[in-house]
Structure formats: structure tokens, C-alpha cells
């Protein structure tokens, strides 16, 4: 045991054990994404399905609440080895993170801690409304009708600064995870790099359609309210 502790602490330690460990727990907060995107697009189906989603999950009770607490781990472990790279980056190189090898990154690439942390700020409003905060009646009534938590989204993202805030939030996912899912590959040795590369593309595209897929919803509301 006294020789696999050493070893296990300076990996952990390490550039390349950092990068791994971001590209892993990346790699999980992106198919957290997936599921929660499947539920989201529920929403377009009306309250029944979306609360009845809704409703299911809450009936998981403890493995909820397991999972619930298993994210978060993720989700912190994730921003403290990133915070740690991007200092170390800082100290090793004057450029910064815009130069990685002498190469000059993509403009998603430079604007990741800026993404981030604005994807940081976002979730934090979004547990305050719809996890952390008041579920009252009042917040769930359109038209007259409780729609439950369809109606307590539907009232929230009406709100013109909350809409265009989820919407400035979601184009920051979609950027931060177009270059995410190619370090995810890069960290792990599967990918060397290469802006014409398929695997670039297709991180790209999936930024995009990410980006666009939950930023319909507030669109939808609005023409719901409207039209």
C-alpha cells in the first residue's frame, strides 16, 4: 500500500493526471446533459409529460438524492481541477491560455474560463428556481390553471431578463462544450488535435445543436405568451 499511495499523489498531481481527471468528470457532466436535455424537450409536449418526468425522478427518493449529491462532487471536482490548470498554465507561460504548444487555440478554446464561469452563474440562478427555491402555487398558475412545474418554468422564463439570461447561458453551454468534448478525447490520448479533423466537426455540431435544443424552450414560451 506505501508504494501506491506515492504514485497515486503525484499522479493526481501532475499536468496529465489533472487533464484526465477533467476530461472524465467533463465526459460525465456531458451525458448528464443528454438526460436532462431528454427531459427538458418534454416540455414541448405540455405539462403532463414534463411533470409526470418530473415527478418520476422525485419518486427515486434516496437514489435521487445520491445521484443529486454524486453530480455536485463531479461538478466541483471538475471547476477545482480546472482552476488548478489554468493557473498552472499562467505560471508556465506568459501567453497564457490562448497558446498551448506553441499553437494559437480556437477562439471556444480561449473563451473557456469565461464560459464556464458563466455556466457557473447560471446554475446557480437555475437551483435557486427551480431546486432550492419556493415551489408555491402561485409561481405555477397560467391562465387561471396550476400546471405544476411546467408552469412554474413557463412563468419564470417569460421573464424577459430571465429569458435572455437562459439564452446568453445556453449559447456559453454550447461554446464551452464545442471544445470540451475535443479535450475529453485529446486528455485521454484518443485525439491528437486538428481544426479539420471529424472530431472537431462533430464537436462543433453537437455545441450547436445543444446550444439551440435548450435554448428553443424560452423561445417556445414566448410565442406561446404571444401568439
Not at 137 to 153: E, H
Not at 181 to 193: A, D, E, K, M, R
Request: glycine content about 10%; overall charge positive.
Amino acid at each position: 500500500m506505501s508504494r501506491i499511495k506515492p504514485s497515486v499523489s503525484q499522479y493526481l498531481k501532475s499536468s496529465v493526471g489533472k487533464k484526465q481527471i477533467v476530461a472524465i468528470t467533463g465526459l460525465l457532466l456531458i451525458l448528464f446533459l443528454i438526460f436532462h436535455l431528454s427531459g427538458n424537450l418534454l416540455f414541448f409536449l405540455g405539462a403532463g409529460p414534463y411533470n409526470a418526468f418530473s415527478q418520476g425522478l422525485e419518486n427515486m427518493g434516496w437514489l435521487l438524492e445520491c445521484a443529486e449529491w454524486g453530480l455536485s462532487a463531479i461538478f466541483i471536482v471538475h471547476i477545482v481541477m480546472t482552476a488548478q490548470l489554468v493557473i498552472e498554465n499562467k505560471k508556465a507561460r506568459k501567453t497564457g491560455y490562448a497558446v498551448q504548444g506553441g499553437s494559437v487555440k480556437s477562439w471556444a478554446a480561449r473563451m473557456m474560463p469565461v464560459t464556464g464561469s458563466i455556466i457557473l452563474i447560471y446554475l446557480i440562478f437555475h437551483l435557486l428556481d427551480f431546486t432550492l427555491g419556493t415551489h408555491a402555487s402561485s409561481l405555477q398558475v397560467v391562465a387561471g390553471k396550476n400546471l405544476g412545474l411546467w408552469g412554474q418554468v413557463y412563468n419564470t422564463l417569460s421573464q424577459p431578463v430571465r429569458m435572455i439570461g437562459y439564452e446568453i447561458a445556453m449559447i456559453a453551454i454550447g461554446l464551452h462544450l464545442s471544445h470540451a468534448i475535443q479535450s475529453v478525447w485529446q486528455s485521454l490520448g484518443i485525439y491528437t488535435g486538428g481544426r479539420g479533423s471529424m472530431v472537431t466537426k462533430i464537436s462543433y455540431l453537437l455545441g450547436i445543436l445543444f446550444a439551440v435544443a435548450f435554448g428553443s424552450i424560452p423561445i417556445y414560451i414566448f410565442w406561446l405568451a404571444h401568439f
